[in-house]
């Protein structure tokens, strides 16, 4: 099967919404990739995903709540046989980082002898991805593979590799396009970097 890795474009700053920007309390942001690139690689990914299972059926499982709109994004970029589920995990919280990770929801359907492609907005220290991918093969699959938006190799802590991957990036913390800080800039359809100095103090 096919990898692709692309790395990161040189990247510049951008005017973020206004929405995004108003309170002199919050941090400013700077664009890492365009809503322009980012829509372009997911509709690449589509293809590659669509030649890999050529005249199957696939099953999207998205990681709640940051990858839910690559997945909306990559389902539509698809165009074999394809739906999608979800589960939830608890790892996070309101801090950036975290080594716990609980299961919160399961999947609504069985993904005994399907082609399973677990969907993530980030692979950094991998724990996550992990302990899912566990969670998946114990329960038989046709084919379990992994696809990522974004890929932050430095921060690796688990032997773990996506087969599809988005973009490779800097160790850096990015919100945006599903992502998020505290809850906040999800909605922003760019991905964007939050200040190396950031602290969860400016929302207070």
Same mark, same amino acid.
């Given at each position: 099967?096919? =990898?692709?890795?692309?790395?990161?474009?040189?990247?510049?700053?951008?005017?973020?919404?206004?929405?995004?920007?108003?309170?002199?309390?919050?941090?400013?942001?700077?664009?890492?990739?365009?809503?322009?690139?980012?829509?372009?690689?997911?509709?690449?990914?589509?293809?590659?995903?669509?030649?890999?299972?050529?005249?199957?059926?696939?099953?999207?499982?998205?990681?709640?709540?940051?990858?839910?709109?690559?997945?909306?994004?990559?389902?539509?970029?698809?165009?074999?046989?394809?739906?999608?589920?979800?589960?939830?995990?608890?790892?996070?919280?309101?801090?950036? =980082? %975290?080594?716990?990770?609980?299961?919160?929801? *399961?999947?609504?359907?069985?993904?005994?002898?399907?082609?399973?492609?677990?969907?993530? !907005?980030?692979?950094?220290?991998?724990?996550?991805?992990?302990?899912?991918?566990?969670?998946?093969?114990?329960?038989?699959?046709?084919?379990?593979?992994?696809?990522?938006?974004? !890929?932050?190799?430095?921060?690796?802590?688990?032997?773990?590799?996506? *087969?599809?991957?988005?973009?490779?990036?800097?160790?850096?913390?990015?919100?945006?396009?599903?992502? *998020?800080?505290?809850?906040?800039?999800?909605?922003?359809?760019?991905?964007?970097?939050?200040?190396?100095?950031? %602290?969860?103090?400016?929302?207070?």
């Amino acid at each position: 099967m096919a =990898h692709t890795m692309l790395t990161t474009p040189s990247y510049k700053k951008q005017q973020i919404p206004a929405l995004m920007t108003e309170s002199a309390n919050k941090p400013a942001l700077e664009c890492l990739l365009t809503r322009q690139q980012i829509q372009q690689r997911v509709s690449e990914l589509g293809m590659e995903i669509s030649r890999d299972f050529a005249g199957q059926t696939v099953v999207l499982v998205g990681v709640l709540k940051g990858a839910a709109t690559f997945v909306a994004d990559l389902a539509r970029a698809i165009t074999v046989d394809c739906t999608f589920d979800f589960l939830a995990v608890s790892s996070y919280g309101m801090a950036m =980082h %975290s080594n716990s990770v609980r299961l919160i929801k *399961d999947v609504d359907q069985p993904v005994e002898d399907r082609n399973i492609i677990l969907v993530e !907005d980030i692979l950094d220290t991998g724990r996550t991805l992990c302990c899912l991918k566990n969670v998946l093969l114990a329960r038989q699959p046709a084919t379990l593979k992994i696809a990522a938006l974004l !890929d932050k190799p430095e921060r690796r802590l688990c032997q773990i590799q996506a *087969d599809y991957v988005g973009f490779t990036i800097p160790n850096r913390f990015v919100v945006g396009y599903g992502m *998020d800080f505290a809850e906040r800039y999800r909605n922003l359809p760019d991905i964007c970097l939050m200040p190396e100095d950031a %602290s969860t103090d400016v929302w207070e």
